[in-house]
Protein backbone atom coordinates (compact mmCIF):
# COMPACT_ATOMS: atom_id res chain seq x y z
CA UNK A 1 0.00 0.00 0.00
CA UNK A 2 1.39 3.62 -0.73
CA UNK A 3 1.45 6.41 1.75
CA UNK A 4 2.28 10.30 2.60
CA UNK A 5 3.46 11.93 5.83
CA UNK A 6 3.52 15.61 5.88
CA UNK A 7 4.73 15.94 9.26
CA UNK A 8 3.70 19.65 9.93
CA UNK A 9 -0.07 20.21 10.40
CA UNK A 10 0.97 24.63 10.31
CA UNK A 11 4.00 26.23 8.70
CA UNK A 12 4.34 29.75 9.64
CA UNK A 13 6.66 31.86 7.90
CA UNK A 14 7.40 35.66 7.62
CA UNK A 15 6.88 37.21 3.96
CA UNK A 16 10.05 37.47 2.01
CA UNK A 17 11.50 34.12 3.59
CA UNK A 18 12.32 30.84 1.98
CA UNK A 19 9.64 28.13 3.10
CA UNK A 20 10.01 24.72 2.80
CA UNK A 21 6.68 22.23 3.22
CA UNK A 22 7.71 19.12 3.97
CA UNK A 23 6.17 15.51 2.77
CA UNK A 24 7.86 11.69 2.60
CA UNK A 25 6.08 8.41 0.75
CA UNK A 26 6.18 5.12 0.47
CA UNK A 27 5.07 3.66 -2.78
CA UNK A 28 6.46 -0.01 -4.36
CA UNK A 29 8.43 0.71 -7.20
CA UNK A 30 9.59 4.57 -8.46
CA UNK A 31 7.14 7.15 -7.40
CA UNK A 32 4.43 9.55 -9.15
CA UNK A 33 4.32 12.33 -6.64
CA UNK A 34 2.25 15.60 -6.68
CA UNK A 35 1.78 19.05 -4.84
CA UNK A 36 -1.71 20.61 -4.83
CA UNK A 37 -2.84 23.69 -3.03
CA UNK A 38 -6.02 24.34 -1.73
CA UNK A 39 -7.63 27.59 -1.14
CA UNK A 40 -10.47 27.94 1.14
CA UNK A 41 -13.75 26.69 0.18
CA UNK A 42 -12.08 25.85 -3.36
CA UNK A 43 -10.97 22.26 -5.19
CA UNK A 44 -7.43 21.46 -5.03
CA UNK A 45 -4.77 23.29 -7.84
CA UNK A 46 -2.42 21.41 -9.01
CA UNK A 47 1.71 22.85 -8.74
CA UNK A 48 4.04 20.29 -9.90
CA UNK A 49 5.04 16.71 -10.24
CA UNK A 50 7.83 14.71 -10.22
CA UNK A 51 7.49 11.47 -12.51
CA UNK A 52 11.23 10.84 -13.53
CA UNK A 53 14.55 12.58 -14.29
CA UNK A 54 16.10 15.48 -12.54
CA UNK A 55 15.41 15.91 -9.30
CA UNK A 56 14.27 19.38 -9.04
CA UNK A 57 11.38 19.90 -10.29
CA UNK A 58 9.93 23.61 -10.91
CA UNK A 59 6.13 24.27 -11.19
CA UNK A 60 3.28 26.78 -10.90
CA UNK A 61 3.88 30.60 -8.97
CA UNK A 62 7.51 30.08 -8.34
CA UNK A 63 7.35 26.62 -6.48
CA UNK A 64 9.81 23.79 -6.52
CA UNK A 65 10.03 20.75 -5.03
CA UNK A 66 13.14 18.44 -4.67
CA UNK A 67 12.65 14.59 -4.88
CA UNK A 68 15.02 12.19 -2.85
CA UNK A 69 15.08 9.05 -3.38
CA UNK A 70 17.31 7.88 -0.92
CA UNK A 71 15.13 9.73 1.88
CA UNK A 72 11.71 9.47 0.29
CA UNK A 73 11.48 12.27 0.57
CA UNK A 74 9.20 15.43 -2.08
CA UNK A 75 9.66 18.49 -0.02
CA UNK A 76 8.47 21.23 -1.93
CA UNK A 77 10.26 24.94 -1.40
CA UNK A 78 9.85 28.72 -2.64
CA UNK A 79 12.65 31.04 -2.25
CA UNK A 80 10.21 33.91 -0.92
CA UNK A 81 7.18 33.35 0.42
CA UNK A 82 3.91 35.77 -0.13
CA UNK A 83 0.94 36.54 2.09
CA UNK A 84 -1.13 35.12 -0.85
CA UNK A 85 1.05 31.54 -0.47
CA UNK A 86 -1.18 31.11 2.92
CA UNK A 87 -3.25 28.24 2.27
CA UNK A 88 -3.20 24.54 2.67
CA UNK A 89 -0.90 22.40 0.77
CA UNK A 90 -0.98 18.41 -0.31
CA UNK A 91 1.40 16.15 -1.05
CA UNK A 92 0.17 12.30 -3.08
CA UNK A 93 1.91 9.87 -4.47
CA UNK A 94 0.52 7.69 -7.00
CA UNK A 95 1.98 3.91 -7.69
CA UNK A 96 2.18 2.33 -11.24
CA UNK A 97 0.90 -0.87 -11.00
CA UNK A 98 -1.43 -3.34 -9.61
CA UNK A 99 -4.99 -1.23 -8.25
CA UNK A 100 -3.51 1.43 -6.75
CA UNK A 101 -1.99 2.99 -10.31
CA UNK A 102 -4.43 5.48 -10.88
CA UNK A 103 -5.36 6.75 -7.54
CA UNK A 104 -3.67 9.29 -5.69
CA UNK A 105 -2.94 8.91 -2.31
CA UNK A 106 -2.89 12.12 -0.46
CA UNK A 107 -0.92 13.16 2.79
CA UNK A 108 -2.90 14.85 5.65
CA UNK A 109 -2.66 18.30 4.04
CA UNK A 110 0.24 21.39 5.68
CA UNK A 111 -1.33 24.89 6.58
CA UNK A 112 1.16 27.57 5.48
CA UNK A 113 0.70 30.47 6.79
CA UNK A 114 3.10 33.55 5.74
CA UNK A 115 2.94 36.24 7.99
CA UNK A 116 3.13 40.08 6.75
CA UNK B 1 -9.91 24.97 -21.76
CA UNK B 2 -12.55 24.95 -19.62
CA UNK B 3 -12.35 23.77 -16.10
CA UNK B 4 -13.64 20.70 -14.24
CA UNK B 5 -17.29 21.44 -13.50
CA UNK B 6 -19.58 20.11 -10.51
CA UNK B 7 -22.92 20.34 -9.62
CA UNK B 8 -24.12 20.99 -7.61
CA UNK B 9 -21.93 22.96 -5.41
CA UNK B 10 -23.86 23.01 -2.52
CA UNK B 11 -26.31 20.37 -1.34
CA UNK B 12 -28.07 19.90 1.83
CA UNK B 13 -30.02 16.60 2.63
CA UNK B 14 -31.56 14.32 5.52
CA UNK B 15 -30.44 10.70 6.27
CA UNK B 16 -31.84 8.25 5.01
CA UNK B 17 -32.33 10.00 1.77
CA UNK B 18 -30.15 9.08 -2.04
CA UNK B 19 -28.00 12.04 -3.79
CA UNK B 20 -26.36 11.93 -7.32
CA UNK B 21 -23.21 14.66 -7.70
CA UNK B 22 -22.31 15.29 -11.25
CA UNK B 23 -19.11 16.00 -13.23
CA UNK B 24 -17.97 17.19 -16.29
CA UNK B 25 -14.43 16.70 -17.23
CA UNK B 26 -12.11 18.93 -18.76
CA UNK B 27 -12.87 18.85 -22.91
CA UNK B 28 -10.82 15.69 -24.11
CA UNK B 29 -10.16 14.17 -20.75
CA UNK B 30 -11.31 10.19 -20.66
CA UNK B 31 -10.84 9.91 -16.66
CA UNK B 32 -12.96 10.81 -14.09
CA UNK B 33 -12.15 10.25 -10.20
CA UNK B 34 -13.81 11.47 -7.41
CA UNK B 35 -12.55 11.81 -3.63
CA UNK B 36 -14.07 12.67 -0.18
CA UNK B 37 -12.55 15.53 1.62
CA UNK B 38 -13.25 15.55 5.58
CA UNK B 39 -11.67 17.40 8.30
CA UNK B 40 -10.76 14.51 10.03
CA UNK B 41 -10.03 11.62 7.07
CA UNK B 42 -8.78 13.98 5.30
CA UNK B 43 -8.67 13.34 1.34
CA UNK B 44 -9.52 9.82 0.29
CA UNK B 45 -9.94 8.52 -3.10
CA UNK B 46 -13.64 7.33 -3.80
CA UNK B 47 -13.14 5.25 -7.43
CA UNK B 48 -11.83 6.50 -10.91
CA UNK B 49 -13.53 5.68 -13.95
CA UNK B 50 -12.04 5.68 -17.65
CA UNK B 51 -13.90 5.25 -21.03
CA UNK B 52 -17.43 4.05 -19.12
CA UNK B 53 -15.54 1.13 -16.99
CA UNK B 54 -14.53 1.33 -13.29
CA UNK B 55 -10.97 1.33 -13.47
CA UNK B 56 -9.97 1.76 -9.51
CA UNK B 57 -12.25 1.55 -6.59
CA UNK B 58 -11.36 2.78 -3.06
CA UNK B 59 -12.41 1.44 0.20
CA UNK B 60 -15.78 2.48 0.92
CA UNK B 61 -19.26 0.73 1.44
CA UNK B 62 -21.49 -0.18 -1.16
CA UNK B 63 -23.91 3.05 -0.09
CA UNK B 64 -21.37 5.04 -3.07
CA UNK B 65 -21.43 4.26 -6.51
CA UNK B 66 -20.59 6.15 -9.72
CA UNK B 67 -20.60 5.64 -13.65
CA UNK B 68 -19.33 7.61 -16.58
CA UNK B 69 -20.81 8.47 -19.36
CA UNK B 70 -19.67 7.90 -23.48
CA UNK B 71 -19.42 11.80 -23.41
CA UNK B 72 -16.85 11.52 -20.37
CA UNK B 73 -19.09 12.94 -17.62
CA UNK B 74 -19.57 10.96 -14.26
CA UNK B 75 -21.92 10.95 -11.49
CA UNK B 76 -21.62 9.34 -8.30
CA UNK B 77 -24.52 8.36 -6.20
CA UNK B 78 -24.59 7.69 -2.23
CA UNK B 79 -27.64 5.92 -1.16
CA UNK B 80 -29.01 6.17 2.81
CA UNK B 81 -27.54 9.09 3.29
CA UNK B 82 -25.65 8.86 6.86
CA UNK B 83 -24.30 11.99 9.15
CA UNK B 84 -20.79 10.82 8.76
CA UNK B 85 -21.30 11.60 4.76
CA UNK B 86 -20.94 14.88 4.77
CA UNK B 87 -18.19 16.18 3.15
CA UNK B 88 -16.61 17.53 0.20
CA UNK B 89 -16.56 15.63 -2.60
CA UNK B 90 -14.17 16.60 -5.39
CA UNK B 91 -13.94 15.09 -8.74
CA UNK B 92 -11.05 15.51 -11.02
CA UNK B 93 -9.95 15.02 -14.12
CA UNK B 94 -7.25 14.03 -16.42
CA UNK B 95 -6.39 12.13 -20.25
CA UNK B 96 -6.46 8.63 -18.90
CA UNK B 97 -2.37 7.85 -18.45
CA UNK B 98 -0.47 6.78 -15.26
CA UNK B 99 1.53 10.03 -15.32
CA UNK B 100 -1.02 12.53 -16.46
CA UNK B 101 -1.96 15.32 -13.82
CA UNK B 102 -5.48 15.02 -12.44
CA UNK B 103 -7.16 18.30 -12.19
CA UNK B 104 -9.38 18.87 -10.05
CA UNK B 105 -13.04 21.22 -9.73
CA UNK B 106 -14.54 22.95 -7.00
CA UNK B 107 -16.52 20.06 -5.45
CA UNK B 108 -19.77 19.41 -3.96
CA UNK B 109 -20.40 20.36 -0.31
CA UNK B 110 -22.71 17.85 1.04
CA UNK B 111 -24.36 18.38 4.40
CA UNK B 112 -26.47 15.67 5.81
CA UNK B 113 -28.71 16.47 9.07
Known amino acids: AQSVAQPEDQVNVAEGNPLTVKCTYSVSGNPYLFWYVQYPNRGLQFLLK??????LVKGSYGFEAEFNKSQTSFHLKKPSALVSDSALYFCAVRGHSGAGSYQLTFGKGTKLSVIP | KAGVTQTPRYLIKTRGQQVTLSCSPI?????VSWYQQTPGQGLQFLFEYFSETQRNKGNFPGRFSGRQFSNSRSEMNVSTLELGDSALYLC????????????FGPGTRLTVL
Open chain 2, 92 to 103: ASSPGGDTDTQY
Open chain 2, 27 to 31: SGHRS
Open chain 1, 50 to 55: YITGDN
